[in-house]
């Protein structure tokens, strides 16, 4: 049923390096009475986006790329959206299997060509349809009414936020999170095949590279958070964010949560599951010396730049 609001298209895309509070930031959004936010990581891309970045991001992090020859039906296909469908189509095999959710991909689709119906198949229509859709045809998603703007999140998706900022012109907006890469990194070992430093660290520098030269052209639109600042005070950092966006204040920033149902940790919806100071601390000591040592030579340029000298020092 389409009974998705607001009229006006306002979207904002969250980003960040794997493992830096991306998903922490989604679900402490969440509980937001003005925001529509996407259950999962939205995970928007298609097997279409080809460039220099492709070997070394995953597509379905990427912004889409759609063939003008497809049609509605092939476009909604080719939206990767893993975590999102999975959930839907197969859920035993979901690590979101417990969240209760009276959605199906069948009716999410017949909302989304709804949208389109008589629209040009532009990215932004297309990607419009595509958030519309998810809530529309979310039976026992909880609304406010007070809805102003739709949030995704995708990793790393900052890389294309000259696109995002583009296609949805003074509407379009983008929040990139960061995390210090040491207790990144720690994290990030957890994973069943983590990347090794050299690896990781290549994609933490390129997409902060990307985050810095996209704030500077669009400062309206695309703006940088320290996850360590988020945790230290989510309520006013990210009110402060949000306030540039056109959207008010809530008592919801202090504690993450799914269907704005409070979580006692963010896990299974990112690795980090405790989203304190004192958590981020503990995690980058787990290292080893030689670990830090070589995530500061592969990093330093940046560590000036997100103030985490003395982090450095403290854990060195």
């Not at 959605?103 to 999410?108: C, E, F, H, S, V």
């Not at 990215?123 to 039976?139: D, G, H, Q, Y």
């Not at 560590?303 to 854990?315: A, E, Q, R, T, W």
Request: proline residues 6%; charged residues 25%.
């Amino acid at each position: 049923m389409l009974k998705s609001k607001p009229a006006f298209f306002k979207f904002i895309m969250l980003s960040a390096m794997y493992e830096n509070g991306g998903n922490t930031t989604h679900r402490l959004l969440d509980g937001h009475p003005e925001l529509f936010v996407y259950p999962f990581e939205s995970q928007p891309g298609t097997k279409y986006v080809v460039d220099h970045l492709s070997s070394l991001y995953p597509l379905k992090y990427r912004w889409p790329v759609f063939p003008s020859s497809a049609s509605p039906e092939e476009m909604y296909e080719l939206i990767i959206d893993e975590e999102c469908k999975v959930r839907l189509k197969t859920p035993s095999v979901s690590k979101f299997r417990t969240a209760k959710m009276d959605l199906t991909d069948g009716a999410r689709k017949k909302d989304f060509l709804a949208y389109l119906k008589g629209k040009p198949l532009t990215r932004a229509n297309v990607m419009e349809a595509f958030f519309r859709a998810t809530f529309s045809a979310w039976k026992n998603h909880r609304t406010t009414g007070k809805e102003k703007a739709y949030v995704g999140y995708s990793p790393i998706i900052g890389v294309d936020g000259e696109k995002i900022v583009s296609d949805y012109k003074g509407a379009g907006f983008v929040l990139h999170v960061v995390r210090n890469p040491f207790s990144a990194y720690a994290d990030t070992k957890k994973r069943a095949v983590p990347l090794s430093i050299a690896n990781y660290m290549f994609g933490w520098n390129t997409c902060q590279y990307f985050a810095k030269l996209h704030e500077a052209k669009y400062p309206k639109h695309f703006f940088i958070v320290r996850f360590e600042d988020i945790v230290q005070d989510p309520k006013k950092v990210l009110g402060g964010i949000l306030h540039k966006m056109g959207i008010g204040p809530s008592e919801a920033h202090a504690y993450p949560s799914w269907n704005k149902e409070k979580l006692e940790e963010v896990y299974p919806w990112g690795t980090v599951r405790i989203p304190t100071s004192v958590a981020n601390l503990k995690t980058a000591q787990e290292l080893s010396k030689s670990e830090i040592s070589e995530i500061y030579e592969r990093t330093k340029l940046y560590i000036d730049v997100f103030g985490y000298s003395n982090l450095y020092k403290k854990i060195s």
